[in-house]
C-alpha cells in the first residue's frame, strides 16, 4: 500500500510538472531555451554592458574626451607592484619619462615608467566636471587617479586626447546610429513585405521590382555620394540624421524579402484560411495572426542586423564620410591609423578595433542565441 500511494504521490507530481509546462508562454519557452545557449548569454551580458557603457559614457570615462595632454603617449599599465617589485593592494599607474637613452633605429628618446611617481588608483574618484544625462552636475567617475592626475590606460592620440575616454565616448554614437538605422529598417521592410506577401497579385509584383531596384543598386558608391552632398559647414545634427536616413534607405530591401517569404508560408496556412473565411478583416488577419508569427525571426535578424551597421559605420567613419568633429565615433578614431608609419610608430591607435570587435561579436553571439531559441524544430 506505501509503495502504491508513492507511485500515486510521484505521477500526480509529474502531471503537475507537465500541465506547468504546457501553460508556459511562447516567450518563457524561448527565455529557456535561451538560457541554455552559452554564446547566446555571453552576448546578452556583453550587449547590456556595451549599452550600460554608451549610457553612463561620462561616468564611465576616466577622462574629459576633448582634454588634450602629450601627444601620442603610450599606454599606462595598471600595476600591483611598488618601486622595489614588491606585491601591494593598491593599484598604480607609473607615467612616462624619458630614460636618457636614444633609440637606435629612429633616433627618437627612449621613454619608459617613472617609477619614483606612482599614480595610485581608485573606484569613484573626482576627475573632470560633467553634467550626468545633461543635468546633474558632478565630478565622480568610476575609476581614476586619487590625486586627480591624468590616466591614460589605451595612450592618447595625435593631440594628446585619452584614447579610453574617446572609444567610451564613441561608443554613443557607433550604437545610436546603429540602433536607429536598424530600427527604421525594421519597421519599414516589415511593413512592406507583409503587405507584398499578404496581398499578392500585381500589388506584390511592383513592389519585388521596385526592391530589387533597390538592391541592384551599388551600396558603397552610392553612399559615398549621397554622404558627400552635405557641406562640411552643415550642423553636425544635420550631416548625422542625413547619414541615418540613407543607411536606412539602402537597408530595408532585404529585410522586406524575408519577411515577405514568412508571409507567403504563413498566408496559406489553416487558420489563416479560416479567419478569411469567417470574414476577419485585413487588417485583423496581418496584426493578429501573421504579425506574431513573424516577429520570431524579426527579432533574431534585427540582432545580426546590427553589427552590419556597425562595420558599415566604420568604414564609413574611416574614410570621412560618416561622422564628423566634434562628435566622437569609433570609425572617425580610425582616421588617425591610415598611414603606416603612425600604426608601426603607435599602435595603441588601433584601439578602437577591439571596441568594434566586441560589438560586433556581442550581437552576433545574441543573435545566434535567439535563432536557435526561437527555432521550433
Known amino acids: 500500500m506505501l509503495a502504491m500511494n508513492e507511485i500515486k504521490t510521484d505521477t500526480l507530481a509529474a502531471d503537475r510538472g507537465h500541465a506547468s509546462r504546457r501553460s508556459e508562454s511562447y516567450a518563457a519557452l524561448v527565455w529557456r531555451r535561451f538560457r541554455r545557449s552559452f554564446t547566446g548569454m555571453m552576448g546578452l551580458v556583453l550587449v547590456a554592458l556595451l549599452v550600460l557603457i554608451a549610457v553612463f559614457a561620462d561616468f564611465v570615462a576616466p577622462m574629459n574626451p576633448v582634454e588634450t595632454h602629450e601627444s601620442f603617449s603610450p599606454p599606462q599599465v595598471i600595476s600591483f607592484r611598488d618601486k622595489e617589485g614588491g606585491f601591494t593592494w593598491r593599484p598604480r599607474v607609473y607615467a612616462t619619462a624619458e630614460t636618457g637613452d636614444l633609440d637606435p633605429v629612429t633616433f ?75 530600427a527604421i529598417v525594421t519597421l519599414v521592410g516589415t511593413s512592406v513585405g507583409l503587405i507584398s506577401g499578404y496581398f499578392g497579385g500585381a500589388a506584390d509584383a511592383w513592389i519585388q521590382r521596385f526592391v530589387e531596384i533597390v538592391l541592384a543598386f551599388p551600396q558603397l558608391p552610392l553612399y559615398l555620394a549621397l554622404t558627400s552632398l552635405i557641406p562640411v559647414t552643415a550642423p553636425t545634427q544635420v550631416f548625422l540624421t542625413f547619414v541615418v536616413v540613407v543607411m536606412s534607405a539602402l537597408g530595408w530591401a532585404q529585410m522586406s524579402r524575408e519577411v515577405r517569404g514568412k508571409t507567403l508560408a504563413l498566408a496559406r496556412i489553416e487558420y489563416v484560411r479560416a ?85 560586433v561579436f556581442a550581437f552576433n553571439a545574441l543573435g545566434d542565441g535567439l535563432r536557435d531559441a526561437v527555432d521550433p524544430y
Not at 558632478?138 to 589605451?154: A, K, Q, W, Y
Open 108 to 182: 627618437q628618446p627612449v621613454v619608459g615608467p617613472d617609477l619614483d611617481h606612482p599614480r595610485l588608483l581608485g573606484f569613484f574618484v573626482k576627475g573632470a566636471e560633467y553634467r550626468l544625462f545633461g543635468l546633474v552636475a558632478t565630478d565622480r567617475h568610476l575609476f581614476g587617479t586619487l590625486d586627480g592626475e591624468p590616466v591614460h590606460v589605451l595612450g592618447t592620440d595625435k593631440f594628446g586626447r585619452d584614447v579610453l575616454s574617446r572609444a567610451i565616448h564613441g561608443s554613443r554614437i557607433s550604437l545610436a546610429i546603429a540602433l536607429s538605422v536598424v
Open 275 to 359: 479567419a478569411i473565411a469567417v470574414g476577419a478583416t485585413d487588417r485583423r488577419i496581418i496584426f493578429q495572426h501573421i504579425l506574431p508569427n513573424v516577429m520570431s525571426h524579426v527579432i533574431v535578424a534585427v540582432t545580426l542586423h546590427i553589427p552590419t551597421v556597425i562595420l558599415l559605420e566604420s568604414f564609413l567613419g574611416f574614410l570621412g564620410f560618416a561622422v564628423k568633429p566634434p562628435l566622437i565615433s569609433w570609425g572617425l578614431m580610425l582616421q588617425d591609423t591610415a598611414t603606416y608609419s603612425v600604426i608601426g610608430s603607435y599602435p595603441w591607435i588601433l584601439s578602437p578595433v577591439a571596441f568594434v570587435l566586441v560589438a
